[in-house]
T-cell receptor
Framework: DSGVTQTPKHLITATGQRVTLRCSPRSGDLSVYWYQQSLDQGLQFLIQYYNGEERAKGNILERFSAQQFPDLHSELNLSSLELGDSALYFCASSGGVEGYYGYTFGSGTRLTVV | AQKVTQAQTEISVVEKEDVTLDCVYE???????LFWYKQPPSGELVFLIR??????QNEISGRYSWNFQKSTSSFNFTITASQVVDSAVYFCALSVFNAGNMLTFGGGTRLMVKP
């Protein structure tokens, strides 16, 4: 157990729908990162939050949004889902805003859009 | 912009063979961090090592060793006496200090160790 908890582990939904992925960071970590792993794009950084504030943005679609709550858990919202959004979504946490102490990844949420 | 290249998409070896996974990175920054992660068939990402740009010492951890060479922008990973349990996808990644903090991953190398 890495200490980073992601729920749900699997999600199957239809095109056009909206889903929410949840991440609880390792105890004491203030930064949360979201990554998408797809067959054609590989592992890509989506967005980072540090202590409730957005700190960095990657290749995140406008249909996607995220937030980090006061208890430091984070949610990634995916809307108007398309077949191409099917992927493994990882959350990672780290102690500092820079992350260079290392990132701990959750086990991921596998999203299948049908 | 940062880039990580893992030229070997797939490697197949027989158990007990040594195998080296190559990683070449690109960055203009002088302060950066390099990582290796393992992704077994179960899907999770397992942290293996972090190395900062000021520390070129090679590292050995059991059957694993890493060779960092700034002159060639490479951070290669060697598994000695490979085992079937080493079968996984291995990712090299780069994080640049003060440049967004995200990890830039290479495309990964799938290692298959056959008995």
């Amino acid at each position: 157990d890495s200490g980073v908890t992601q729920t749900p582990k699997h999600l199957i939904t239809a095109t056009g729908q909206r889903v929410t992925l949840r991440c609880s960071p390792r105890s004491g970590d203030l930064s949360v990162y979201w990554y998408q792993q797809s067959l054609d794009q590989g592992l890509q950084f989506l967005i980072q939050y540090y202590n409730g504030e957005e700190r960095a943005k990657g290749n995140i679609l406008e249909r996607f949004s995220a937030q980090q709550f006061p208890d430091l858990h984070s949610e990634l919202n995916l809307s108007s889902l398309e077949l191409g959004d099917s992927a493994l979504y990882f959350c990672a946490s780290s102690g500092g805003v820079e992350g260079y102490y290392g990132y701990t990844f959750g086990s991921g949420t596998r999203l299948t859009v049908v | 912009a940062q880039k990580v290249t893992q030229a070997q998409t797939e490697i197949s070896v027989v158990e007990k063979e040594d195998v080296t996974l190559d990683c070449v990175y690109e960055t203009r920054d002088t302060t950066y961090y390099l990582f290796w992660y393992k992704q077994p068939p179960s899907g999770e990402l397992v942290f293996l090592i972090r190395r900062n740009s000021f520390d070129e010492q090679n590292e050995i951890s059991g059957r694993y060793s890493w060779n960092f060479q700034k002159s060639t922008s490479s951070f290669n990973f060697t598994i000695t006496a490979s085992q079937v349990v080493d079968s996984a996808v291995y990712f090299c990644a780069l994080s640049v200090f003060n440049a967004g903090n995200m990890l830039t991953f290479g495309g990964g190398t799938r290692l298959m160790v056959k008995p």
